[in-house]
């Protein structure tokens, strides 16, 4: 009799362990799994990194920020003066802006809606 009980207790066992290894496997996002498409709307909206972009023209820092949010999305488009020297307008054809980057102190001195090969002087001093 004994053996039988524990024969039963150790197929119980056996159950629960599979139940709850099939459980996981069936629903892995209450276990804290991200998918995809949740990862990639973390973060600021296209919207809102223009904005934080021209909210800090002109502050060191800019540049590199430019470089995170578009990072291999700017077209050069024309050199001018301005800034340090010269300026590089760039532009991002998916949104439709361009941006005008000093690299000499790694700043955005002027950002403007539409394809714009050259900015006027005092926008970019």
């Given amino acids: ?30 276990i804290g799994f991200a998918t995809a498409a949740e990862v990639k709307q973390s973060g600021p909206s ?6 934080l972009i021209t909210k800090s023209k002109g502050q060191i820092g800019s540049g590199d920020q430019l470089r995170r ?24 054809k998916a949104n439709d802006v361009t941006f005008s980057y000093c690299a000499t102190y790694d700043v955005v001195v002027a950002v403007k809606k539409g394809r714009i090969a050259a900015f006027a002087p005092n926008e970019v001093k």
């Fill in 46 to 51: 296209i919207q809102e990194k223009i904005a």
């Fill in 69 to 92: 949010f578009f990072y291999g999305d700017l077209e050069p488009l024309s050199v001018q003066p301005g800034g340090a020297g010269m300026v590089v307008n760039l532009y991002n």
């Fill in 1 to 30: 009799m004994k053996l039988n009980s524990l024969l039963t207790g150790m197929a119980m066992l056996g159950l629960v362990t599979v139940g709850g290894a099939s459980l996981n496997i069936i629903t892995p996002k209450m």
